[in-house]
């Protein structure tokens, strides 16, 4: 059986990728490259000389030639099957162990054996996707990551900055169940650890303590992210003389009236030209025209004092949540994203927070909802019943909003169930999409999603509140500075969205910008009409 194949071929100085896709295509036997591919995981030869294969049994479609994206197996379930029966035993003793562990790209420590546990991965910051395979001892024990993933096949796995945890479970299925139907009768024998840790660009560059001699380097897009094909990609010189000049005129601007103000990040480098010279602690998102000035602690607690806040989302609006608590009210945080908060006092007693966690399955980037999910409504109910009284002004604030699913039928729904309780003059603050999406994920059946589609779906919810007169609704665009940033992603989920630390105090650079616009939209942007 033969199949069309896309590959960038890795050239002989491995520094150079042929990265157009779209070119070379050639037909090979299917069963003949797998079994190349088997045959380097089990001896000392050397993979096939692809850094990235993309198979496609019709040849339709096209891939992006910047980035080259790696796209798993179709169709190969049956030779893995088969490769893997004639090297399994059903040998009672070998139900716990892994046969053989592979990734790239990464430098695993130590090199694998079965009888141990625990390894380190250590990958740059430029190679954010992992793939990896796993063959397990006996015929019939099964690999499981902790996403639930099954992994008789090759399977991909996002690399979030720093320290991220893989742990694959072996499962002894029965033997009268039948590994392609649902599982529902195995049990747990022992687990393998692999702890990743992929390079921040943090790591590269060197603290900037006399900034008056670096360059001043703007960054709209990321080359391999592009949502402005129209606008330069990568790190650009700008005109500032220095780092203290930049801020001369930021200072001068006048401050920002909503959260949709179109920026860039400016970051110090010895070089525009080597991102690695760069101090990326030091970067500074700043709009064109206008400036998100810092709120102190103590202006974000006069602000947020005598407020009852509603925040209705995912994980991605809790971290906002969690940045004010932590970072400016020192109030330490609770729990998982998942877990609601009800009426909790802070603030000196000045002010009440409430959690409800929604979202829904992610769509591709042509996806129009049509139906709002039953839960919304029940977590909405479940919101606004526990918040205890609530005034229909500028003391009540809705903050809504997630990583990946705003559309004008969310927006509509969530301002027509505020009318119908009485609160259609409260504050409202949305939160339009994160970077997302950008690896090949089960979750969209492998699917990317395009950048540009994206930003003009997320945006299209911005022009909502001039159109419907809703003058008391601020909404703010974290797509563009998260998508510049987009491999900066953290640890907490499939969708490689989380630019703070999923389980920890720190928030990451991103997060805390974005968080800071969202407060200066609710302290200074949105205007709501005192009525009771």
Known sequence: MCMCVRACVQVQNEKEVLNDCQQPQFFIDKQHLINDVLDSLFTQKPPPKFSTLVVNA?????????????????????????????????????????????????????????????????????????????????CDTVAVTNYKEYTEDPFQWAAAL?????????????????IYEKRRKYRDVSKYTFNVRRKSLFDYGKPHTYLASYDVCSLVQDCNYVFEPLTKCGLQKTTYISWNNMI???????????????????????????????????????????????????????????KNLLFLGDSILHASMKYALTRHLATPPWGLPSDPLVAKVVNNKQTVMNFQYVRFKPLDTEGVMNVIPADFDDKFRTLINGAGILHNNASTVV??????????LVYTWLMD???????????????????????PTKMTEYRIWDA???????????????????????????????????????????????FDYYYRRNDGLVNSVYSKILWHSICNGAEAPSSD
């Open 452 to 498: 540009t589609k994206m930003l003009k779906r997320s945006l299209s919810v911005a022009d909502m509140p001039a159109q419907r007169h809703e003058r008391h609704v601020q909404v703010v665009n974290s797509f563009n500075m998260t998508a510049a940033f987009y491999k900066a992603f953290r640890s907490g989920g499939y969708c490689s969205c989380h």
């Open 399 to 408: 903050l809504f909003g997630g990583a990946y699913w705003m559309q004008p």
């Open 58 to 138: 019709t040849c339709s479609g096209s891939y992006s030639a910047a980035g080259c994206q790696q796209v798993p197996l179709n169709d190969t379930m049956e030779i893995f099957q088969e490769r893997q029966t004639s090297r399994c035993t059903y040998d009672p003793q070998d139900e716990n162990y892994l046969l053989a562990f592979h990734v790239f790209p990464g430098k695993m420590e130590p090199e694998f054996q079965r009888d141990v546990r625990k390894y380190s991965i250590v990958v740059e910051y430029e190679e954010s996707l992992l793939q990896m395979m796993t063959f397990t001892a006996h």
């Open 248 to 306: 001369d005129d930021v200072n001068k601007m006048a401050e920002c009236k909503g959260g949709l103000a179109a920026g860039r990040w400016f970051i110090p480098c010895s070089s525009c030209y080597d991102e690695k010279s760069c101090d990326w602690k030091s970067a500074l998102w700043q709009p064109y025209d206008c400036r998100y000035p810092d709120i102190s602690d103590k202006q974000l607690s006069s602000c947020f004092a005598g």
């Open 417 to 439: 169930k505020l009318a119908s309780r009485g609160l259609k003059n409260v504050t409202v603050v949305i939160r339009l999409d994160n970077a997302a999406f950008h690896h």
């Open 162 to 178: 720093e320290t991220d945890s893989i742990t694959i479970s072996l499962k002894r299925m029965s033997p009268s169940a039948n």
